[in-house]
């Protein structure tokens, strides 16, 4: 069903996120939480199109049908891209988003070039393995410390010139608009009649044959 599309998250307000994108488009939204439990996937990829990638065709292939899936975090130029795919995981599988920040700033301590980027990669795959991938990013630069209480992640410590202010200073709307994450949905938005056509294509391929059934065509079975 090419009208049928998982998002791979159980967070709400991404779903509500994606909603809003795609409103004007037939098209039904699901998300994990809509199914039963299910086997997790495994996102040991080296960068973010790798595990968009993994994790979009994991779903897709244990339930059946398309999927969509993003991943996304902060690459510091003077960290040869650190903290890159680990970006939640920084300072450990169990970190706190202010223990990641305290690590983020231990290691660029005396560091003069301050460039940094948000990534995000977002992958549509259909179980057979074929898949369209979005990619945005947003620059700006590492403080020595955190300024604003909004946002989560590494937000306050991301200065993004144009707004003059941190992502944990501006609104979430203001965010949205310039954001690695709201920039990919922009495109993905603008072009979402052409990823219709293109699952519709990718899941009728996919359907097996129907079955020849002439040879019966004359058997009465109620007899």
Known sequence: MFNLLVLATTNQNKVREFKQ??????VEIKSLSDFGPLPE???DGSTFDENAYKKALHYSKVLGIPAIADDSGLAVE???????????RYAGD??????NCRKLLAEMKGETNRKAAF???LSI??????????EASCEGTILDAPQGSNGFGYDPLFYYEPFGKT????SMEEKNKVSHRGKVLMELSAEFDKVMKWLEKRVLEEMPEQPDHTEFEDNDWSR
């Open 167 to 170: 992502f944990a200073e501006i």
């Open 41 to 43: 996937a495994i996102e």
């Open 119 to 121: 990534v995000c990669v």
């Open 125 to 134: 795959a259909v179980p057979s393995g074929p898949a369209l991938t979005y």
């Open 21 to 26: 994108f795609v409103a004007d488009f037939p």
């Open 78 to 88: 003077a960290l040869s891209g650190a903290p890159g795919v680990r970006s939640a």
């Open 94 to 99: 169990d970190a706190t988003d202010q223990d």
